[in-house]
């Protein structure tokens, strides 16, 4: 895109630099001004010798009028190919800079996949599979630990957790023998 402006004319740029894309836009967006000033130039030009045709035929010099009226015509040409140059440079200058839109657009995109590429790397599939059973482990314990709270056990488990109940509490409370000999007496 650095040289894709060729060489218009009056565009100035330095022998082995290629100009910047925003450079040659301006060069190209110059070139069309130029171009719509020698236009208007054109059109006066041409209102101007319409005039002095018809003056010319008036004082009966139709010699000097049809060479004034080629010559018109002539411009009129130019005209035509002034329009086609200021329509393909036009057309240029929407081409580049929907061209940077584009390359902004890349630019963005490279980078966005360069930043989810890191986060991959950080984080591998075996790493998310491993959590993901991790959470859900965690998530069926917590289910049951709430159905055990809500009340939700079968007559089975309730016996279940009651016999094992008085199994603890049985070894919690071994109570030592009585003795079977009198008690001594106290001494005063």
Not at 7 to 14: E, N, V
Not at 86 to 107: A, C, G, H, P, Y
Request: charged share 35%; with cysteine; glycine share 6%.
């Amino acid at each position: 895109l650095g040289g894709c402006t060729g060489r218009l004319r009056g565009a100035r740029s330095r022998p082995g630099r290629d100009p910047s894309p925003a450079v040659s836009l301006q060069q190209l967006k110059q070139q069309r001004d130029k171009l719509k000033q020698y236009q208007k130039r054109i059109n006066l030009s041409l209102e101007r010798e319409r005039a002095l045709a018809r003056q010319l035929l008036k004082e009966g010099k139709k010699e000097k009028a049809m060479l004034l009226l080629k010559k018109k015509r002539y411009q009129e040409q130019l005209l035509d190919k002034t329009d086609n140059q200021i329509s393909n440079l036009e057309r240029m200058v929407q081409d580049i800079e929907f061209t940077q839109i584009e390359m902004k657009v890349i630019e963005g995109l490279k980078i966005g996949n360069e930043c989810l590429n890191k986060m991959h790397q950080v984080m591998s599939i075996e790493e998310v599979e491993r959590i993901i059973g991790e959470t859900q482990d965690a998530v069926e314990y917590q289910r049951q630990i709430d159905e055990i709270l809500a009340g939700s056990l079968t007559e089975e488990d309730e016996d279940a957790i009651l016999e094992e109940l008085n199994i603890i509490t049985q070894e919690q409370m071994e109570l030592p023998e009585v003795p079977s000999e009198p008690l001594p007496e106290e001494v005063p």
